[in-house]
């Protein structure tokens, strides 16, 4: 290859935003610059024959590098970026929480520290980090927490993200307080991300009735009725309040019909499922080791998850991501007879492209475009990144993955290390590469 800035892509069928065309794609200076059929003399030439190029894959839900209670997640900056880029995914989203007594601009301090020290140590082994961005929690909501807030957002950050459970954790919001939220946050171009369980459901439930030894004990302590409660009250609060939101990991048909029904009047609602909840169900918390599939919310019941799988072929789902959240086995392994000091979460990061081309059977452009839009440009919208990403057009981003379906044989990998969430699935997608702001940097063993 020369050393030029040039990268020219010949001969892909392009992924647009609403229909797959045969064109040659130019890249310059990390940048899309020109389609057509292009010759180029300077440009180092990708030969794109059969295979899809696609505008770089984002999961904007991913937990990594940091304390979930007393436990430092599996995942850092690096072997999760590792693990995007092997399978198409450019961008992560991250979160970051205040911690009572901290400042939210102190926390985000101290993460992009981290990551900046993650960038340097990749760099000094050739290795590029993907574009890693975060979601903000605040917890406390004084004058001054609101004077950060307004900073934050006037500096660019868009999202923030509020629980309806999770009390003991310290990240809890009452639905008075997640109204107020909502009602100052409409007033600037932001996405508030909600955690739908209703707390007070959850605490009603009495454990001593429960056998807390079985993993599946898990799934009767965080019931469907607690987030179905809850999205109703945050459906109810949206038409209030006029405010964007963005439903969460949603796990269940009823919640999932919800939304859709409000989604027929309003457009400032969205909501997102993770592959868990397609592809995996509360039977395997029956199986030897099922506490390690304790995640929340839980994995529900088989019918649940094939109505869900067809909901996701119906469009019901804005957005795939997967809430990436793994933990090493020997941390969801230390508990002893209490379920409840599992760990909650699976890893899932590296299977999101994977599984969910597999949701649909066969391929059609149509379905194609569709999965695009899930993985790739409702997540830009919705976090606010497009159309820098999330779409292949002049002057986007370079973020662009290249790859096939003649895969068949490539077992579904979620993780560089931990346990594998999706042990033995396999998937039709071949990566070739994966580019980062017209820079390859992931090259798929079985390019051809
Ligand atoms: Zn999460």
Redesign the pocket.
Do not use: K, R, Y
């Given at each position: 290859m020369t050393d030029s800035n040039e990268i020219l892509i010949k001969n892909g069928n392009v992924v647009f935003e609403n229909d797959v065309l045969k064109t040659d794609v130019l890249i310059k200076n990390g940048v899309i610059s020109k389609f057509g059929n292009i010759e180029s003399e300077t440009a180092n030439i990708i030969d794109a024959e059969g295979d899809y190029v696609f505008p770089g894959f984002i999961d904007m839900?991913?937990?990594l590098d940091d304390f979930i209670g007393k436990y430092y997640l599996a995942d850092t900056y690096s072997t999760a970026s590792e693990i995007a880029l092997e399978n198409g995914i450019t961008t992560l989203f991250n979160?970051i929480t205040q911690k009572k007594g901290n400042t939210l601009i102190h926390e985000l301090e101290l993460a992009l520290e981290k990551l900046e020290s993650r960038r340097i140590a990749l760099a000094e082994q050739n290795q590029d980090l993907c574009n890693i961005a975060f979601h903000l929690t605040p917890v406390t909501f004084t004058d001054e927490d609101w004077n950060d807030i307004e900073y934050l957002i006037s500096i660019g950050f868009k999202t923030f993200k509020f629980y309806t459970t999770y009390k003991f954790a310290g990240i809890y919001s009452s639905y008075e307080r997640i109204e107020e939220i909502l009602t100052r946050l409409k007033e600037y171009d932001v996405t508030t991300l909600i955690?739908c369980e209703d707390n007070d459901l959850i605490e009603s439930i009495d454990t001593e009735k429960h056998d807390l030894t079985k993993a599946f004990t898990h799934t009767l302590l965080r019931p469907s009725e607690a987030e179905i409660t809850a999205v109703k009250k945050i459906l109810s609060l949206a038409e209030k309040t006029g405010a964007k939101i963005h439903i969460?990991?949603v796990s269940t048909k009823e919640a999932a019909e919800l939304i859709y029904e409000y989604r027929k009047s309003y457009d400032n609602v969205t909501c997102e499922t993770c592959p868990q909840y397609l592809f995996l169900d509360s039977e395997k918390l029956k199986t030897p080791g099922g506490h390690r599939f304790i995640c929340s919310p839980p994995l529900r019941s088989p019918d649940n998850r094939i109505a869900m799988s067809e909901l996701a072929r119906k469009s019901y789902f804005n957005v795939f991501a997967t809430?990436h959240?793994a933990f090493q086995q020997k941390d969801k392994d230390s508990f002893s007879a209490d379920i409840r000091d599992v760990p909650n979460?699976l890893a899932g990061l590296g299977a999101l492209p994977g599984l969910i081309f597999n949701l649909y059977g066969d391929l059609n452009n149509e379905i194609i475009v569709d999965i695009s839009k899930r993985i790739s440009t409702n997540p830009a919208l919705i976090t606010g990144l497009y159309p820098m990403k999330g779409t292949i057009m002049e002057d986007s981003d370079a973020d662009i993955v290249i790859l096939n379906f003649n895969g068949e044989k490539d077992i579904v990998s979620s993780h560089s290390f931990c346990y594998e969430t999706y042990m033995g699935m396999k998937t039709k997608m071949n990566i070739k590469y994966t580019l980062l702001k017209g820079k390859i940097v992931f090259e798929g063993k079985n390019r051809t």
């Open positions: 839900h991913t937990h979160f955690h969460v990991h809430d959240c979460g």
